[in-house]
């Protein structure tokens, strides 16, 4: 049975600061369609709407308090409606994009086991049994059916259940009982980065000296690529090749802020080649006719015309350069990982690797992850070595390695 509200509300509200009045047309149909919420600078335009939808007998909620009405045709509505896209706070293009894929997924998965039943049919046994079909769809289907999607699955169908009662479809929120749910698949968190040699061919790709030491101290010193773009001169220490980072540079109109944890407040070692650009770049900066103590507050890195690096270009002359190279893109951030990889396969202690990266503990997830890429690459290294080793074997002789005669 559902609930038997006729009139909507409206109701003061605050929207970003300003007051505002909300006529919730949610549990209606407005001329079809389902109405969603409204809102308005002033009451009496609320009012004054409200009041053209009733004499014009555009609003109906006949169809709501059907509880006989198929699933089937009720989850359309739920999929294209002003709910969803409220719940999940889309909007353009991303409003269809959810649209479509959530359509495909109740199509092919979920449509063959609730396009008979009712919406009053839904009960505990129902989520159960639905629980049950969600988890066998491997062998129904004959496709491999990742717990991914069938936890999706599983929530699009609550998200459908909610939906029921904010429009007063049924009376009371559904309960439902433990034996009925799907977990949520745990990640498995697998690092990917480039190979040393594909590092090397990306710098050689980079014709800026100055993008090109911002980048060789992400790859080879491990900062956030924020926390390069916050170096200043002053934070440069060429005697003992250290750098202090206790800010970050995210947008040039925020200025510097703090750094993401308090553990990344560090100073952090850098490596012969790319302080020896640094101190270049800074030489260069003094032939301006700059003063110390101003080149001191300069940031390092920074474009043509004086100004730090942006987002948009970092990752637009990132990708470029990625295509020249004519390798695997990942983002500017999987140069800190390439770090973390590097220093963990040449052997650095865990901990040391967790100081340079402002990591707070040194069992951090992350850090567990670069073990084992180490571990992985290493195993990989040697197999690599034994093909090697055989190719030559075979060139100088036979396939059991005897020279010929």
């Not at 396009?115 to 159960?128: A, G, Y």
């Not at 004086?306 to 942006?310: A, D, E, Q, T």
């Not at 040391?352 to 997830?365: A, I, K, L, N, P």
């Given at each position: 049975m559902s609930r038997t509200t006729t009139i909507p509300n409206i109701v003061k509200t605050t929207v970003r600061g300003k007051t505002k009045y909300l006529l919730d047309l949610r549990p209606f149909f407005v001329e079809g369609s389902n109405g969603g919420r409204k809102y308005f600078d002033k009451r009496r335009d609320a009012e004054a709407f409200l009041n053209s939808l009733l004499i014009k007998g555009k609003l109906s909620k006949e169809v709501l308090n059907n509880n006989s009405v198929k699933i089937d045709v009720l989850y359309h509505n739920y999929i294209f409606s002003n709910y969803f896209r409220r719940k999940h706070k889309l909007s353009g293009t991303n409003v269809e994009e959810t649209n479509r894929d959530k359509e495909r997924r109740y199509i092919n998965y979920l449509q063959p086991f609730v396009?008979?039943?009712?919406?009053?049919?839904?009960?505990?046994?129902?989520?159960?049994?639905?629980?049950?079909?969600?988890?066998?769809?491997?062998?129904?289907?004959?496709?491999?059916?990742s717990e991914a999607l069938q936890y999706r699955l599983w929530t699009d169908f609550k998200g459908f259940l909610n939906y029921l009662y904010d429009y007063e479809i049924i009376s009371q929120p559904i309960a439902i009982p433990i034996d009925a749910g799907i977990a949520k698949p745990?990640?498995?968190?697998?690092?990917?980065?480039?190979h040393k040699n594909e590092f090397e061919m990306y710098l050689n790709e980079i014709d800026s000296e100055i993008e090109k030491t911002y980048f060789m101290l992400l790859g080879k010193n491990g900062p956030r690529k924020s926390e390069g773009k916050g170096?200043?001169?002053?934070?440069?220490?060429?005697?003992?090749?250290?750098?202090?980072?206790?800010?970050?540079?995210?947008?040039?109109?925020?200025?510097?802020?703090?750094?993401?944890?308090?553990?990344?407040?560090?100073i952090i070692r850098v490596d012969k080649e790319t302080m020896m650009r640094i101190k270049t770049h800074m030489d260069e900066r003094k032939k301006t006719g700059i003063s110390d103590s101003e080149l001191k507050e300069q940031y390092v890195f920074v474009d043509k015309k004086?100004?730090?690096?942006?987002n948009e270009t970092l990752?637009?002359?990132h990708k470029e350069y990625v295509a020249k190279a004519n390798i695997k893109y990942y983002p500017i951030h999987y140069l800190r990982h390439f770090y973390g990889t590097q220093a963990v396969m040449n052997g650095v202690p865990v901990?040391?690797?967790?100081?340079?990266?402002?990591?707070?503990?040194?069992?951090?997830?992350?850090?567990?992850?670069?073990?084992?890429?180490?571990?992985?690459?290493?195993?990989?290294?040697?197999?690599?070595?034994?093909?090697?080793n055989y190719e030559h074997d075979i060139q100088n002789g036979d396939k059991n390695g005897n020279k010929n005669e």
């Open positions: 396009k008979d039943i009712s919406v009053s049919d839904i009960n505990k046994r129902m989520l159960i049994d639905l629980t049950q079909y969600i988890e066998e769809l491997d062998s129904i289907n004959g496709d491999q059916i745990k990640k498995k968190k697998i690092i990917l980065c480039w170096i200043k001169f002053k934070n440069v220490n060429y005697n003992t090749g250290e750098i202090e980072i206790y800010t970050q540079l995210k947008k040039k109109k925020d200025g510097d802020v703090k750094t993401k944890t308090e553990y990344s407040k560090r004086g100004n730090p690096f942006s990752r637009r002359h901990p040391v690797v967790q100081d340079q990266m402002g990591h707070s503990r040194g069992d951090t997830t992350v850090l567990k992850y670069y073990v084992e890429y180490a571990e992985r690459e290493k195993a990989y290294e040697g197999v690599q070595n034994e093909n090697t």
